[in-house]
Every structure is written in C-alpha cells, then in structure tokens.
Nanobody, 115 residues
Framework: QVQLVESGGGLVQAGGSLRLSCAASGIIFTINAMGWYRQAPGKQRELVAIITNDGSTNYADSVKGRFTISRDNAKNNVYLQMNSLKPEDTAVYYC?????????WGQGTQVTVSS
C-alpha cells in the first residue's frame, strides 16, 4: 500500500525558511522521480519541483533560486528546502511521484507565509 506522509509546514514571516519532508512507503522509491506540489486556496494543484532518481532537479519559475529539492534514497525521503518565502507561497504542499499515474495523495502540509 502506497503511503506518502508530508511534514514540516507551518506559519512563517515573509523572508523566512521552512524545510518540508516527505516519507514514502509502498513504492520502489529509488526508481521514481519525485516531485513536490502545492495547492493554494481556490487554485489548481501545481508542480513546484522535481528530482529524478539520479538527482537531477527542475523547478517552477516561481520558486527557482529559492527552493531546493533533495532526496535520501536510503530513507525513502524527499525534502524541500524553502528560503526567502513569499506570501504567494502559501499553500498546502504535497509530495508524489513525478510520473503518471500519480500515487494516492497524502494529506499534505500547510505552509502559511505572512507579510
């Protein structure tokens, strides 16, 4: 059974930092490209960052230079380091595979950035 559990969100002031974690189970983690996604109120879920199984990364233009995705294959974990946070980064953040079909979504972790 696939399970994705996100953690690390919270309330932070603009300019601050947070580090999100995702623990994955029930998938062959090492062969999957993984992604972080976010969904703001009233908006569709969007892809924020991707990391391939060999560590290559790609980012949405809106977070490039501020966010860093990483992975620990030994722990089946994916991380998202978020720096220089902006109010528009406020959203629920999710992790999932970066390919189709997606796995069942976890509950996500709320990130709120105050101005």
């Amino acid at each position: 059974q696939v399970q994705l559990v996100e953690s690390g969100g919270g309330l932070v002031q603009a300019g601050g930092s947070l580090r999100l974690s995702c623990a994955a189970s029930g998938i062959i983690f090492t062969i999957n490209a993984m992604g972080w996604y976010r969904q703001a109120p009233g908006k569709q879920r969007e892809l924020v960052a991707i990391i391939t199984n060999d560590g290559s990364t790609n980012y949405a233009d809106s977070v490039k230079g501020r966010f860093t995705i990483s992975r620990d294959n030994a722990k089946n974990n994916v991380y998202l380091q978020m720096n220089s946070l902006k109010p528009e980064d406020t959203a629920v953040y999710y992790c999932n595979v970066a390919t189709f079909p997606r796995k069942p979504w976890g509950q996500g972790t709320q990130v709120t950035v105050s101005s």
